[in-house]
């Protein structure tokens, strides 16, 4: 698969040569996900990072009633997760989940550390 929507993308978040860019995208794996597939669930840590490029996802929490309630909306291109979760590897308190099917570049916190 080709890269090049990663490539695009992060040096509109910060600046960075383009040495270090194309080290930094060669650990991104790609993924397609069927819709409905749960990236991340509650109380879990967060191991992954998610580049969105194309679909929707949602992440939501429970209330005192047990509904959901949907906390953000994600639509491509941009990075999903519960960030404090994954840089701090500490349990989660949202659910990520996908509402359309998604294509999706995936990096673990072993590699961006």
Known sequence: ???ASLEKYIPTLLPISLDKL???IENFEFHAVE???FLLKENNVSTNTYFLESGFIRSFVFDNDGQEVTTN???APCFVND???FFKQQAST???QTITNCTLWCINYEQVQ
């Open 83 to 85: 960030f404090l979760s």
């Open 22 to 24: 194309k080290i930094v």
């Open 35 to 37: 819709k409905n597939t």
């Open 73 to 75: 909306i994600y639509s």
């Open 94 to 96: 949202e659910n990520f």
């Open 1 to 3: 698969m080709n890269k």
